[in-house]
Nanobody
């Protein structure tokens, strides 16, 4: 069965960096769209960044220039390098997969899991940024 397992979350001070990883299994990873989503306490889930099967990336305006999404198809892994972290980046970060090769999930504003178009989700990893 499909599994997405996130890791790399933690607590850091503002201005610091974290690198999230997502290990995927159970489907044809290289042909799928992948994305990172986050949910802050008391807020709806929002798209942070997506990457198509061909490597095309899309970022929320709030993270452009600070976050980098990447994928390693040989390792069936997805990454999110997060630099210059801010307290407003705090939240649970989820890895998600869309079995289509192109990503259609919007990024940068709230979206429900059902409306996201993503087929599978991980359980999340918590990121806490202190000021």
């Amino acid at each position: 069965q499909v599994q997405l397992v996130e890791s790399g979350g933690g607590s850091v001070q503002a201005g610091g960096s974290l690198r999230l990883s997502c290990a995927a299994s159970g489907y044809t990873y290289s042909r799928s769209c992948m994305g990172w989503f986050r949910q802050a306490p008391g807020k709806e889930r929002e798209g942070v960044a997506t990457i198509d099967s061909d490597g095309t990336t899309t970022y929320a305006d709030s993270v452009k220039g600070r976050f980098t999404i990447s994928r390693d198809n040989a390792k069936e892994s997805l990454y999110l390098q997060m630099n210059s972290l801010k307290p407003e980046d705090t939240g649970m970060y989820y890895c998600a997969a869309d079995l289509r090769s192109r990503c259609y999930a919007p990024v940068g504003w709230p979206i429900s899991v059902d409306d996201s178009g993503m087929d599978f989700w991980g359980k999340g990893t918590l990121v806490t940024i202190s000021s």
